[in-house]
């Protein structure tokens, strides 16, 4: 004989109805919107430490002083913006990432020329811009702006003037190949997660739904078997009240 499972209320957690607009990111309730940005941004801050790990070591092998002393700020402005983008801080630390790419990119430019490919990184600040629902289109559109104004006057720069180290042909072209392919990966890789993102949360809100709509079935039927059982002293309570 099966037990009688018509009264037993369906799981639902005590957040559930805060869960249906907000999520945990960190120290966090955010709004899918919010959750889908901090998600990605967590993605391009891990892949920016990965990438600037490996830039260290290949400044510090074509002795580009500059860069590499450079390069360890780097790493650490991108550790802090892992930080604080768990923490509640995710404007500070989009400022970091974009302060670092303007700045890293122009630097590299300048110093091992055009053709080393360094510009390309540039192009990935507007799609992370842009994918950041937290801020208005005005303030996005003017942020992208910069990287292009850099591009314009790093390559008028080049056509006039020698970059400061004059590196080996075959390895210029090797950095300029592994700088496109680098860039190209990085937005796919961008693309994958905010994609994933929101996949999980249409999951998330599937889960919620069904979760509400048990909830429903679960009042309607504990209501109608009461209304069944009552007595006739239920009966005058209920219509006394």
Not at 9 to 35: M, N
Not at 123 to 136: A, D, E, M, Q, T
Request: net charge negative; charged share 15%; with cysteine.
């Amino acid at each position: 004989m099966q037990p009688d499972t018509t009264d037993q209320e369906p799981e639902l957690s005590p957040h559930a109805k805060a869960s249906s607009h907000h999520r945990t990111f960190g120290d966090s309730r955010v709004s899918h919107e919010q959750f889908r940005f901090l998600y990605v941004a967590e993605h391009i801050y891990l892949a920016g430490l990965l990438l600037h790990g490996v830039f260290l070591g290949l400044f510090i092998w074509l002795d580009v002083r500059e860069l590499y002393l450079f390069n360890i700020l780097s790493l650490a402005a991108f550790v802090l913006a892992l930080y604080l983008n768990r923490h509640n801080r995710y404007h500070i630390a989009l400022w970091l990432a974009y302060v670092e790419i303007n700045l890293h990119a122009s630097l590299a430019i300048w110093l091992l020329g055009w053709s080393s490919g360094f510009y390309y990184y540039l192009f990935v600040i507007g799609p992370i811009l842009f994918i950041n629902p937290l801020r208005p289109l005005t303030e996005k559109v003017l942020l992208s702006a910069v990287p292009i104004v850099l591009l314009i006057f790093l390559y008028t720069h080049s056509l006039w003037n020698f970059p400061v180290y004059s590196l080996d042909l075959d390895i210029t072209h090797v950095l300029h190949i592994g700088n496109l392919i680098a860039t190209v990966a990085l937005v796919a890789y961008l693309a994958h997660f905010y994609s994933k993102s929101v996949i999980e949360s249409q999951r998330q809100l599937q889960r919620l739904t069904r979760a509400y709509e048990q909830l429903a079935t679960y009042d309607s039927v504990s209501y109608t078997h009461l209304r069944a059982h009552e007595t006739v002293l239920d009966l005058v309570c209920r219509l006394l009240l």
